[in-house]
């Protein structure tokens, strides 16, 4: 069976955000959009909006936004896995 593609997607850019999730949906690629999972879990832990994702003034995540994205990632995946992979 060959490997399996799935993408995880986050841009700063909200245009370009957008166009990566209607192209995966347009061709059939699996994909977890992250900004809507990284809101609520920033949420639900108290966190400031500014403490989430990104460190400073760069692009780079922070240490929360990287342990948020992983649990995000992990949760999305786990399911799939466990049923097999992708279909």
Do not use: N
Not at 19 to 37: F, T
């Amino acid at each position: 069976d060959g490997a399996q593609l799935g993408v995880v997607i986050i841009d700063q850019d909200e245009e370009k955000y957008r166009r990566m999730i209607a192209l995966a949906e347009r061709i059939g690629l699996p994909s977890l959009a992250l900004r809507k999972p990284l809101e609520k879990m920033r949420r639900r832990d108290g966190l400031a909006g500014d403490a989430l994702s990104f460190a400073g003034c760069d692009s780079h995540w922070s240490e929360t936004g990287h342990r948020l994205a992983a649990e995000a990632t992990a949760a999305w995946l786990e399911p799939i896995l466990e049923a097999g992979g992708f279909r």
